[in-house]
């Protein structure tokens, strides 16, 4: 058995396909479609999109709960061997939390019950009790005995998201994996959850990858953001850079539409295509307004956005963007130019 | 004349039926819960009102207090008039004429109010059907394809049941239906909470264009400020069953006097604001449990810049300009909802010409 690589990402996706059978027959869909995604030790990315743009069967596919079609998931620089044991092992070490705390607690589970199932699971029956209780002071629910025989139901919105919380730091893992950590909080309960996050990242240098639709909370936690539209990430890099100076047209048009952004909101007509009918050439150029206002013909790549794949983004932490008209406009010396040139096609 | 106009406005769910004999409306008893208590604002023609506030703060219960489609449980008080008229003392018959035609509610979660098993063009032309027994088949079916169009779907979706439609789409329905009767008024509640942020972006710009085609007057309920203050000209705060703050959308959005108005704007991150950037504002603390107010003003045990008689005064709202010289005796319990021009009004002792502490001595008196 091969050891893990040092100063290797914790967590990668590498050229990770994820293809389903399509419900009518016809054809198969493409989920993922192609993701090169790094997660290094300590960082907090997030993984930004709407519904059905491929982002959970992504973050699925990450925790082993989803066999990619071809590519592969690594663990510190190891291929994801996907037995039983191996998986039982490797989710030591990467934990779920999940999306709506009412749906994932059990209503007839004490929060003590909640919490220990994972240690149970993995057999750590000495030290329970600490171990229990320490992952819920870490969470937030302090002081923790206070909380060891309450029921879900007796408890706020909030504090059911640091149980969810709680339950994924019992085990001691050194990345998260977070689906919409936030979504059905409200807006006062949701600057506590995203604060608790960050600290756990600083106290514990927990790496956690968000998956969510919201921008801003990208802009509150992350380190670095990964835009994904249709199956594949169409721009990456630091959180400062993408959503400050947007350069896919798409990232613009979201950032647009969110309530106090500056300039007319660039609203997309319809929603996403199908992932069973993906567009040919640039996915997104069916609605992409830069290609719709005759600019992309003005810097002559129309023909391009209508014909040629912009191609998969490579993984790591540099600022690549997958669309032609950006790679084109960009000054030489622009951070579009170097590694997204240096994309696969 | 406003449209509607809602004054001193109770609504406390009993604990028990039996208890609600009519000489005791109005009196709290045992096992009461008290869930808005005292709300009062007008809403003009074509003006949009946005309310906020966290759950359980009691606006989707004043949200159906409007409509009067609160259970049997729940017993209300004052007034609400829609175009001059009481809907808390109108007859069932009137009601039914005024509900959709006059006014129609968006409710949020279109799946669940949806009918699954009808398809939409049947559940679209229903309220026309009701309020029209006349019109004929084929008319309401024009009417149907006409009011989809308006929302954006192609008439021939009308034959679609709701599960083959995606979420944006069922919420066009709602909306198209809410339309179906050309009301007055349309309360949303929560239109676009779980839509993606493009799809929300489309069925806003979607409610603001109908608004202002039609000079419908809307009542949009959310938590999330910074969508209200997009769309509505005022906006309101709602705490533990009352307004707490109430002015202009921006001024309340961008410089709210209200410690609680304060903490719900400053949840809402504002992308390349170095501030919101990894500094995290919650509000610790939950809003109290309905049936267990705190002491004086009800949001003190959660507010970070409190005072020392806040557990003694209960402020009612107050302009914060202080542009309003107020009576004396005119003072806290809901008696002090005056309207005060373009002006914020908020509910805290820290608006008060005195930070409120002539209050405390008549309360002590």
Redesign the interface.
């Known amino acids: 058995m091969s050891e893990p690589i040092p100063n290797a990402p914790i967590l990668s996706a590498e050229d990770v396909h994820v293809e389903f059978e399509a419900r009518r027959g016809d054809g198969r869909a493409r989920a993922v479609d192609g993701v090169n995604l790094d997660i290094a030790p300590g960082e907090i990315v997030a993984l930004v999109g ?2 059905g743009c491929g982002k959970t069967t992504l973050a699925r596919t990450l925790l082993g709960l989803e066999k990619p079609t071809s590519g592969r998931v690594l663990h510190r620089g190891i291929p994801l061997a996907y037995t039983s044991k191996a998986l039982k092992r490797f989710r030591r070490d990467v934990q779920l939390v999940l999306q709506d705390p009412s749906g994932s607690l059990n209503p007839r589970h004490t929060v003590y019950d909640a919490v220990a199932e994972g240690l149970r699971i993995h057999g750590d029956v000495p030290d329970e009790r600490e171990r229990v209780a320490d992952a819920l002071s870490r969470a937030g629910l302090r002081p923790p005995e206070r909380f060891f025989l309450r029921f879900p139901h007796e408890l ?3 504090q059911r998201q640091r149980v969810v919380i709680a339950g994924a730091l019992v085990l001691e893992p050194n990345v998260i994996v977070a689906d919409e950590p936030v ?1 059905s909080l ?10 608790l996050l ?1 600290r756990l990242r600083d106290e514990l240098g927990l790496a956690a990858l968000v998956v969510t ?5 990208a ?3 992350a380190d670095r953001v990964a835009v994904m539209y249709l199956g594949r990430i169409v721009e990456t890099g630091p ?2 850079k993408i ?2 100076a947007p350069e896919h047209p798409y990232t613009q ?3 647009s ?5 500056p300039g007319a ?1 660039v ?3 319809g ?1 996403p295509p199908d992932p069973t009918r993906i567009p040919a050439g640039c996915r997104f150029h069916v609605r992409c307004p830069v290609l719709a206002s005759g600019a992309a013909a003005a810097a002559g790549v129309d023909g391009r956005c209508r014909g040629d794949d912009p191609g998969v983004l490579a993984g790591g932490t540099a600022i690549q963007v997958a669309c032609h008209y950006a790679r084109t406009v960009s000054s030489p010396d622009g951070p579009s130019d170097g590694p997204a040139a240096a994309a696969r096609p | 004349m406003s449209l509607l106009e809602v004054k001193d406005l109770t609504v406390t769910y009993r604990a028990s039926t039996s208890a609600a004999s009519p000489e005791k409306r109005g009196s709290a008893g045992a096992g009461d819960v008290p869930a808005v208590r005292g709300v009062s604002f007008t809403l003009d023609a074509g003006q949009k009102l946005g309310l906020a506030g ?2 359980g703060c009691g606006k989707s219960t004043m949200a159906l207090a409007l409509l009067r489609l609160l259970p049997k449980t729940a017993h209300l008080t004052g007034e609400i008039r829609f175009d001059g008229e009481d809907l808390l003392t109108m007859s069932w018959g009137r009601l039914r004429a005024v509900r959709w035609a006059g006014a129609s509610i968006v409710f949020q979660g279109a799946m669940h109010s949806l009918n699954a098993v009808q398809r939409i063009g049947a559940q679209i032309g229903e309220p026309i059907r009701l309020h029209s027994p006349k019109v004929g088949d084929a008319e309401i079916r024009r009417r149907v394809g006409e009011l989809l169009e308006h929302v954006g779907l192609p008439a021939r979706r009308a034959d679609a049941y709701p599960h083959e439609l ?3 789409q069922r919420q066009r329905v709602m909306i198209a239906m809410a339309l179906a009767c050309d009301p007055q008024l349309i309360v949303a509640d929560e239109p676009t909470t ?1 839509l ?7 069925i806003l ?1 979607l409610i603001e264009s109908l608004v202002a085609e039609q000079g419908i007057s809307l009542l949009m309920i959310s ?5 209200l ?3 509505c000209d005022r906006l309101a705060i709602m705490y533990a069953g009352r307004i707490v703050e109430e002015g202009p959308a921006a001024t309340v959005f961008g410089a709210a006097r209200h410690p609680y108005g304060q ?2 704007a ?7 604001d170095p501030a ?3 500094r ?5 603390g ?1 809003p109290p449990d309905p049936a267990d107010l705190p002491a004086g003003c009800s949001f003190h045990p959660r507010c970070a810049v409190r005072l020392g008689h806040c557990d003694l005064v209960d402020p009612s709202l107050w302009p914060t300009a202080g542009r309003e010289v107020p009576d004396d005796g005119e003072s806290h319990k809901g008696k002090g909802n005056r309207p005060a021009g373009d002006g914020t009004r908020a509910a805290c002792v820290r608006v008060l010409p005195d930070d409120g502490l002539s209050l405390v001595e008549k309360e002590s008196a």
């Open positions: 709407e519904s706020s919105g909030g979504a409200d807006a006062s309960v949701r600057g506590e959850i995203l604060a960050l639709h919201d921008l801003g909370l802009w509150n936690i959180v400062e959503l400050t048009a979201l950032l539409v969110l309530p106090e952004a909101p609203v997309l007509q929603e | 966290e759950s995606s979420g944006g779980a993606d942020v493009m799809i929300q972006a489309q710009t938590h999330d400020l910074s969508v203050a997009d769309t903490a719900l400053a949840a809402f991150p504002r992308i390349g919101s950037r990894r995290l504002q919650g509000l610790a939950d």
